[in-house]
């Protein structure tokens, strides 16, 4: 199988200062992205995704950057909650005839209150 | 959203034995259902995708004859862990996309599989 890093890197921020979590992704073909978030024992949830035709997009209290010259992303967290303690992986998306995606290290977020 | 769920949540088992563990799609259909294995700490790693009415497809050095998959219907996909080892041991999850787009894939809550 596939998957990208074996140890989990951790940030530790202040409650209401701004997060900024960073990914390497392997594929230059690939052409869509999905930050996910994942609270301990449970399944990934979407947060938002950016297509390789954008470089930058914003969600609510989140934007995701793209510099595809590097293959990078980076998450930005505005305002962070202690809800938003998780691990926090980007995923490319490799378009096979279907879809796969493949999961990046991930990033073990603590926030301080 | 969206709602896939698993059975069971978490299941021990003795080394040898096999272990079935079921993702459905709720409330939708999934033609296609992916399934990942997860280590303490590390990432989501691919494990195979899921085909209803075909056999799955399994990744690189993922082994076909241990990791049995059926996808029995439109909301049923199963992963069955045969003679399991210790080193099978992991958080196991299913995803299932509400169209073909991975933008609409949605995650189950994960089995966690402990081989004693």
Redesign the interface.
Known sequence: ????????PTLSVQEGDNSIINCAYSNSASD?F?W?KQES??????II?IRSNMDKRQGQRVTVLLNKTVKHLSLQIAATQPGDSAVY?CAE?KNTG?????????TRLFVKA | GAVVSQHPSWVICKSGTSVKIECRSLDFQATTMFWYRQFPKQSLMLMATSNEGSKATYEQGVEKDKFLINHASLTLSTLTVTSAHPEDSSFYICSAPTSGRPDTQYFGPGTRLTVL
């Open positions: 199988g596939e998957s990208v890093g074996l140890h989990l869509y999905i996910y024992g449970k399944g990934p949830q979407f995704d992986f998306n279907g879809f796969k995606t493949i999961f990046g290290a991930g």
